[in-house]
T-cell receptor, first 114, second 112 residues
């Protein structure tokens, strides 16, 4: 089935140790999103790619970077994780145009920072 | 920039009854999409219902329907015949040309 896949599902890292989260999609959607979600809160948009165009939210810390090497894959790099970065990270995709911009979410990666 | 406001942090409803979740938004765009997403305790976010702003007819999906008032910038979700499986956090969201904004969410508990 077409879907949004996130790896790993759980990631434990040490304070300050770089970590990379990955997202892949088989939907051929032109937009990919990264959200940070803390418990019982709304997802906070970090950035999104519209095709190759990178869009960074104004309040996304510099500690967070992203790469989209091709249509199917998108990566979230956290250069020096702090305790406050422990959260669920959600990847989503959508199609602008015929797709009606519905977002399809992956299952998320839960990040724990020790 | 657009904003989405959900004024009800928590709500509860008895099984089989009807409940309405509120959402208001603000935008200067004329064409956009509005959504209600559901996030159960498993944290998997799924679409409940979608409304195109250019359509006057309110969207419906089985037990779920919306009341879309474009002039008032209001987009409420009605859940009929509530079921225990409807217990979740519900997010109202706005999208336009790839830009996305979520409300703070409403936690809905369906009581047996």
């Amino acid at each position: 089935d077409a879907m949004v896949i996130q790896n790993p599902r759980y990631q434990v890292t040490q304070f300050g140790k770089p970590v990379t989260l990955s997202c892949s999609q088989t939907l051929n959607h032109n937009v990919m999103y990264w959200y940070q979600q803390k418990s019982s809160q709304a997802p906070k948009l970090l950035f999104h790619y519209y095709d190759k165009d990178f869009n960074n939210e104004a309040d996304t810390p510099d500690n967070f970077q992203s790469r989209r090497p091709n249509t199917s894959f998108c990566f979230l790099d956290i250069r020096s994780p702090g305790l406050g970065d422990a959260a669920m990270y959600l990847c989503a995709t959508s199609r602008v145009g015929a797709g009606g911009e519905t977002q399809y979410f992956g299952p998320g990666t839960r990040l724990l920072v020790l | 920039a657009q904003t989405v406001t959900q004024s009800q942090p928590e709500m509860s409803v008895q099984e089989a009854e009807t409940v309405t979740l509120s959402c208001t938004y603000d935008t200067s765009e004329s064409n956009y999409y509005l959504f209600w997403y559901k996030q159960p305790p498993s944290r998997q976010m799924i679409l409940v219902i979608r409304q195109e702003a250019y359509k006057q007819q309110n969207a419906t999906e089985n037990r779920f329907s919306v009341n879309f008032q474009k002039a008032a910038k209001s987009f409420s979700l009605k859940i009929s015949d509530s079921q225990l499986g409807d217990t979740a956090m519900y997010f109202c969201a706005f999208a336009n040309a790839g830009k996305s904004t979520f409300g703070d969410g409403t936690t809905l508990t369906v009581k047996p």
